[in-house]
């Protein structure tokens, strides 16, 4: 390509950027484990385009932990979140999105669109024929491997390419799309005048003279990419995110199709620019969104644990902004204490203490509460050493908690971080909950 020329500059940037070419050692072994989190397993395998082109693709899978019994069916289908990356890029761009899948039970798909990668083909087309490189990968998953819910997550290309194919299919559960562009049109517009400093009356004849030089090579024509013709006939949830330090493709493209799109939707504004890599809170908050979309009722449970506060379902501790209600500091202290050993308990995240005492005898703790709807109560004992109370040495590691939480539904205690679900004999109330401590 000659450089000079405007013309070959843009199909240099749009049809044939820098090829990502990488070794597929750089995906990681074929088992492993992330962290403490679970264990995943890569398969790779081929699949063909409707041009015949070869896309190299992979599927990673959560798997039970070697050596444990499994409590629940692994061979159950599961969710599944297809990653598509950007222009002159690869599927290494999904891998960051493992330890954020997996632990919770969704399947990540990955592939080289045509052109891009270790995948065959010369040129890329932004999303024209990237949307048959995805409906290939969705029929495949969908017929071969059982797969019934899928999420679209894109960047870039990517993005366009989900938008592209999401109107002509309504069973895709939600979108993920990072920083897509209204129109490629009008995106060369504004590189054309922002980047070459080129007068409109140019950039007009330039972009007259790359559209027949697309054609030609790449085999269609970028004034059809344009994303406001489908976000009218997209109705699935869609979270748009764009980098507030984007010089390439600017925000307000995400924001106008955010404003154009007529399904559930939500805007995110990251930090960052096109090419820098998204935050962890960017990456969380797009799977939460995910999350909700798949309606699975295992994932809607984990979401209503994680919105309670006492457990945060990425693995991390949730230390809630507690609520004064009389109570010494001691006691809020102890409360978040509490809340970290009882990961279980998504209402402890709204617990309020409103009185405390100290003993240092056996005791016996009886109580009678007829609660309202929705209402709960009840109570928690710390243990701790004699020699701790008395000041000679310090606390050392959690405090040992008893903790005995009421509902309407149900009672819930612990013993030591060991959970029981009591069932009620009388609906509405518990009439002795009584723990002899000794």
């Known amino acids: 390509a000659d450089f000079r020329s405007p013309v070959d500059l843009l199909l240099s940037l749009f049809i044939r950027p820098p090829r990502c070419r990488y070794s597929p050692n750089k995906l ?3 088992t492993f484990k992330i962290s403490d989190k679970g264990h995943g397993h890569r398969e790779d395998f081929v699949l063909h385009n409707p041009r015949g082109q070869a896309l190299q693709c992979s599927l990673f899978e959560p798997i039970p932990e070697p050596g444990v019994p499994s409590q629940e069916n692994w061979s159950v289908e599961r969710p599944c979140v297809i990653y598509l990356h950007g222009n002159s890029s690869c599927r290494l761009e999904a891998l960051a999105l493992l330890p954020l899948l997996l632990p919770l039970r969704i399947t990540l798909f990955c592939c080289d ?5 270790l995948s065959e083909g010369e040129f890329v087309s932004l999303g024209w024929f990237e949307r048959d490189d995805l409906a290939t990968c969705i029929q495949h998953l969908r017929s071969v491997r059982n797969v019934a819910r899928i999420a679209l997550w894109g960047r870039s290309m990517g993005a366009v390419t989900a938008l592209l194919h999401a109107d002509r299919d309504p069973s895709i559960a939600g979108l993920v799309l990072d920083s897509p562009f ?10 054309a ?17 790359a559209r027949s030089a697309i054609r030609a090579r790449a085999g269609f024509d970028f004034e059809d990419l344009d994303g406001m013709q489908h976000v009218s006939q997209s109705f699935m949830p ?4 764009a ?14 199709l955010f404003d154009a799109y007529q ?5 995110y504004i990251t930090e960052g620019d096109h090419h820098s890599s998204r935050s962890l809170t960017c990456r969380q908050k797009a799977t939460l969104f995910l999350c909700r979309s798949f ?12 919105a309670g506060g006492a457990v945060d379902i990425f693995g991390v501790p949730i230390v809630p902004d507690w609520q004064k209600s009389g109570g010494s500091e001691d006691l809020d202290f102890e409360g978040s204490e509490i809340c970290r050993q009882m990961r279980m308990v998504p209402a402890l995240c709204e617990m309020k203490l409103a009185a405390g005492r100290r003993c240092q005898r056996p005791l016996l703790l009886t109580a009678t509460m007829k609660l309202p709807e929705k209402a709960e109560a009840g109570f928690f004992l710390r243990f701790v050493p004699a020699d701790v109370l008395a000041g000679e040495t310090e606390e050392i590691g959690q405090p040992c908690c008893f903790v005995l939480s009421c509902t309407q539904e149900l009672c819930m205690a612990t013993e030591l971080q060991l959970i029981y679900i009591l069932l009620l004999r009388t609906p509405g109330s518990i009439e002795t909950a009584t723990s002899d401590l000794s």
Do not use: C, Q
Request: aromatic share 6%; charged share 25%.
């Open 113 to 117: 669109f045509a052109g891009s990668g």
């Open 182 to 191: 209204v129109s490629l049109k009008e995106l060369a517009m504004e590189l």
């Open 238 to 241: 869609a979270l748009f995110v």
């Open 28 to 30: 990681g072994p074929r």
């Open 243 to 256: 980098a507030s330090g984007d010089d390439f493709i600017s925000p307000s493209h995400a924001e106008r």
């Open 263 to 267: 399904g559930e939707k939500e805007l």
């Open 193 to 209: 005048s922002r980047r070459a400093m080129m007068p409109s009356w140019a950039t007009r004849a330039v972009l007259s003279a």
């Open 295 to 306: 309606h699975s009722p295992r994932l809607d449970a984990l979401l209503r644990i994680h």
